[in-house]
Nanobody, 135 residues
Framework: QVRLLESRGGSVQAGGSLRLSCAASPSAYNKNCVGWFRQAPGKEREGVAVIYIRDGSQFYADSVKGRFTLSQDNAKRTVYLEMNSLEPEDTAMYYC????????????????????????????WGQGTLVAVSS
């Protein structure tokens, strides 16, 4: 059973925009934090943007602040990531993930700026989607 389903990524030129979506199962959307993480070739997996589902608080990695924006549609159990002013350094596999059942927005904030994330760091992961930005 797919619990987190990412939309297809894409290829854009630097300066362009893409929007990713993550559709969650009811149990996955009931988690504390739902967000986006990425892994570039040869690099560690890192946090990008995480939303505290219960009140919509948003947390971003420093590298994407001002360029990426999260939003959520609770009726569709979907989290969106709008990516603007894309840079070649944004090229990576992007993963949607969900974590936690405790009311803890600090956990979401911590995850958004975390590096060297392993699979076991969060409860659930999507399959990933590729975003490629050319210069």
């Amino acid at each position: 059973q797919v619990r987190l389903l990412e939309s297809r990524g894409g290829s854009v030129q630097a300066g362009g925009s893409l929007r990713l979506s993550c559709a969650a199962s009811p149990s996955a959307y009931n988690k504390n934090c739902v967000g986006w993480f990425r892994q570039a070739p040869g690099k560690e997996r890192e946090g990008v943007a995480v939303i505290y589902i219960r009140d919509g608080s948003q947390f971003y990695a420093d590298s994407v602040k001002g360029r990426f924006t999260l939003s959520q549609d609770n009726a569709k159990r979907t989290v969106y990531l709008e990516m603007n002013s894309l840079e070649p350094e944004d090229t990576a596999m992007y993963y949607c993930a969900a974590d936690g059942v405790v009311h803890d927005p600090a956990r979401c904030k911590s995850l958004s700026n975390r590096r060297n994330i392993s699979i076991g760091t969060l409860d659930e992961w999507g399959q990933g989607t590729l975003v490629a930005v050319s210069s």
